[in-house]
């Protein structure tokens, strides 16, 4: 499954009407679907977790601010990049929002094909980020369709251990766990032990590497 610049979504957060406007005229008129918001309480309750895209914010905004916005993206189960705006940038702002993630710092006005390029630039990142998803959602659903044994074969495996020194671990025969290490590469759809390591990594079987 792939995601493209039409199924993605540019979300236009800034309290200023004439920018929310000009930015989706500009966005729209490239191809890219916008949705605008006028600050990032109303974008956060409007929010489908499912969506696709990138977001475009301001720095100031009365009330919650953009970067007191970028900070709580995460407690609404946000990821997309953010691109972030302002009219009255300092370095000091532009450090504070590149440290907490935002891919960029534009200051207004600034040229329309630089920040066309920008976005383009953030969707292409969110789809790679799209796409590691799936790649992990996957390796976890031929995991699950693992048996018990076939599971501490792979672990046993990937640390390092032969087929011998497996069996000799879990106090069974080396042919017996031959045959659990080929149902486990068969469902776990990988075809050498590097591929075989990969996975491990992805699943956060080998210490020290990964997430569990």
């Not at 957060?13 to 008129?29: F, G, H, N, P, T």
Request: charged fraction near 25%.
């Amino acid at each position: 499954m792939t995601i493209k610049d039409n199924a993605q979504t540019v979300f236009v957060i800034d309290d200023d009407m004439d920018v929310r406007d000009s930015l989706k005229w500009l966005l729209e008129s490239v191809g890219l679907n916008v949705q605008t918001y006028e600050n990032a309480l109303a974008f956060f309750e409007a929010f489908d977790t499912s969506a696709s895209g990138c977001i475009i914010m301001d720095v100031r905004m009365p009330g919650l601010s953009g970067i007191n916005a970028q900070k709580r993206l995460s407690e609404y189960n946000i990821e997309l990049p953010v691109i972030m705006i302002s009219a009255h940038g300092n370095v000091d702002m532009a450090v504070t929002a590149l440290t907490q993630g935002a891919v960029t710092f534009i200051e207004k006005p600034f040229d329309d094909q630089l920040l066309i390029d920008h976005v383009h630039s953030a969707l292409e990142r969110d789809r790679d980020r799209f796409a590691q998803r799936c790649s992990q959602s996957r390796i976890r659903d031929c995991y699950d369709r693992l048996t018990r044994r076939e599971r501490q074969v792979l672990e046993l495996i990937v640390k390092g251990l032969s087929n011998q020194e497996a069996a000799d671990e879990l106090g069974i025969n080396r042919k017996t766990v031959e045959g659990h290490r080929a149902n486990m590469t068969a469902k776990m759809k990988v075809d050498s032990f590097a591929e075989l390591v990969q996975v491990a990594i992805a699943l956060g079987l080998v210490q020290g590497i990964g997430k569990s």
